[in-house]
């Protein structure tokens, strides 16, 4: 899946998406690793953060340009999948998606290498928060994962435990509004939550 917009205000430059880009929610993205050619797409969705689900370091280019836009990067060591396959640890999740669900990070996009797999773990865990069908999870899952779908992944979506996040999240609440144009927004309870301090924060 390949996504190229021309750019308006950039006299015809065109911009081209990472692989497997696709909007989650208002304000929240998925796709691959991005590249330096995509960093011109990148710079017009306005970012704040990125999620990134892989344990091996993120290249000092990308570091850069992250840096020179203001861009925050949150890393989450998820192992790609081995055999025997291990479980994605639960807590890692979790921290994950109290990063993706506070508004404050937002616009954001979350990425692993193809945008497939350990993507498509977390923004699962994500549609289960909001009270997704699970038939709509498997459907959305395998949209991206293709062919290549893996027990692992559904095991850690089916399983993850939403009361575990509203518990974390104390002063930041979810609240699903529904389908269609009614859509689902993030809410504060209070506004102490604290802010990461450096611009990479690695988990």
């Known amino acids: 899946m390949r996504l190229i917009m021309k750019a308006d205000d950039h006299e015809g430059c065109v911009l081209v998406a990472p692989q497997n880009f696709a909007m989650v929610e208002n304000g929240i993205y998925r796709s691959s690793f991005p590249k330096p050619e995509h960093f011109g797409f990148l710079t017009a969705l306005n970012l704040r953060s990125i999620i990134y689900l892989c344990p091996e370091p993120y290249p000092e280019e990308s570091l850069k340009f992250y840096e020179a836009n203001n861009i925050k990067l949150f890393q989450f060591a998820i192992e790609s999948q081995k055999d025997p396959p291990t479980p994605i640890p639960e807590d890692t999740v979790l921290a994950a998606l109290r990063v993706l669900v506070d508004v404050r990070n937002h616009p954001i996009v979350i990425h692993c290498k193809a945008g497939k797999h350990r993507t498509g773990c977390l923004v699962g865990c994500l549609r289960k928060v909001q009270n997704w069908?699970?038939?709509?999870?498997?459907?959305?899952?395998?949209?991206?994962?293709?062919?290549?779908?893996?027990?692992?992944?559904?095991?850690?979506?089916?399983?993850?435990?939403?009361?575990?996040?509203r518990q974390?999240?104390?002063?930041?609440?979810?609240?699903?509004?529904?389908?269609?144009?009614?859509?689902?927004?993030?809410?504060?309870?209070?506004?102490?939550?604290?802010?990461?301090?450096?611009q990479a924060t690695k988990v």
């Open 133 to 165: 069908r699970w038939s709509s999870v498997l459907e959305e899952y395998q949209k991206y994962a293709g062919l290549k779908c893996r027990q692992r992944d559904m095991k850690c979506i089916e399983t993850f435990d939403t009361v575990s996040l």
């Open 168 to 198: 974390c999240l104390l002063s930041i609440m979810y609240r699903y509004l529904g389908y269609g144009p009614n859509r689902k927004r993030l809410l504060y309870g209070e506004e102490n939550v604290q802010t990461p301090k450096s």
